[in-house]
């Protein structure tokens, strides 16, 4: 039609392509990796500090997650928890050189209650956290310090990635805690929400604002 325009294939393939630092002027990416499956994991026990490595189904869904990443962003920087089970699920999934190490990604540390069965131990801290989030298990840590300290590791990615996609691989809680502040939200909002093993959520500073790209996307072997 005259004065008009019409979508062609092409227009359809370039819309569907994902977000990428790339060409986009000042804008930052942190794609957010879960590790994957660990033995505790596998017998639905609390882990925080324990320092396990992959199971055999937590290195297939590392290698899942690598190539899932692949097929949707250009990496160009590697940020890790100091935790055996993230860094092992970054050597899966081939992302293993030139990795950068923040204590502040690590898991929550949970204290006496480390091990425990994941139900007993979150009706309990789930009361104690809503009533309290500086509440802390015996020689452990509170959930407002994890938030704290989660999200000064990403304010600090941010500031010191302009326009790159950054690939960080930590644990449930950091990254929930990292999804709360980036939707305005405080330390409860890692209460509401639940992460897989190996899933990607994405968190963008496209100028003037922090956004929420994506969250638990489905990585892992089905």
Same mark, same amino acid.
């Given at each position: 039609?005259?004065?008009?325009?019409? &979508?062609?294939?092409?227009?359809?393939?370039?819309?569907?392509?994902?977000?990428?630092?790339?060409?986009?002027?000042?804008?930052?990416?942190?794609?957010?990796?879960?590790?994957?499956?660990?033995?505790?994991?596998?017998?639905?026990?609390?882990?925080?500090?324990?320092?396990?490595?992959?199971?055999?189904?937590?290195?297939?869904?590392?290698?899942?997650?690598?190539?899932?990443?692949?097929?949707?962003?250009?990496?160009?920087?590697?940020?890790?928890?100091?935790?055996?089970?993230?860094?092992?699920?970054?050597?899966?999934?081939?992302?293993?050189?030139?990795?950068?190490?923040?204590?502040?990604?690590? %898991?929550?540390?949970?204290?006496?209650?480390?091990?425990?069965?994941?139900?007993?131990?979150?009706?309990?801290?789930?009361?104690?956290?809503?009533?309290?989030?500086?509440?802390?298990?015996?020689?452990?840590?509170?959930?407002?310090?994890?938030?704290?300290?989660?999200?000064?590791?990403? %304010?600090?990615?941010?500031?010191?990635?302009?326009?790159?996609?950054?690939?960080?691989?930590?644990? &449930?809680?950091?990254?929930?805690?990292?999804?709360?502040?980036?939707?305005?939200?405080? &330390?409860?909002?890692?209460?509401?929400?639940?992460?897989?093993?190996?899933?990607?959520?994405?968190?963008?500073?496209?100028?003037?604002?922090?956004?929420?790209?994506?969250?638990? %996307?489905?990585? %892992?072997?089905?």
């Amino acid at each position: 039609m005259p004065g008009g325009s019409s &979508a062609t294939a092409s227009d359809d393939a370039a819309a569907e392509v994902p977000p990428s630092a790339s060409g986009r002027g000042p804008e930052t990416y942190l794609v957010l990796l879960r590790h994957g499956r660990t033995d505790l994991n596998r017998q639905g026990l609390l882990q925080g500090a324990s320092d396990l490595p992959l199971d055999d189904l937590g290195r297939r869904q590392a290698v899942d997650a690598g190539e899932y990443v692949r097929r949707h962003w250009q990496i160009d920087k590697v940020v890790c928890s100091p935790r055996r089970r993230a860094r092992e699920t970054l050597v899966h999934a081939g992302f293993d050189e030139d990795v950068i190490t923040d204590d502040r990604l690590a %898991e929550m540390d949970y204290g006496a209650l480390e091990g425990t069965p994941v139900p007993l131990a979150s009706g309990e801290l789930i009361d104690a956290w809503t009533a309290d989030p500086g509440y802390a298990p015996s020689g452990g840590e509170s959930l407002a310090s994890l938030y704290d300290r989660s999200v000064r590791a990403c %304010e600090h990615l941010l500031a010191t990635s302009e326009n790159l996609t950054v690939l960080v691989c930590s644990h &449930a809680n950091p990254i929930k805690a990292i999804v709360s502040w980036a939707l305005g939200g405080e &330390a409860s909002g890692i209460l509401r929400m639940y992460l897989r093993q190996a899933s990607v959520s994405v968190v963008a500073s496209i100028p003037p604002v922090v956004v929420l790209l994506g969250f638990n %996307e489905r990585t %892992e072997p089905a």
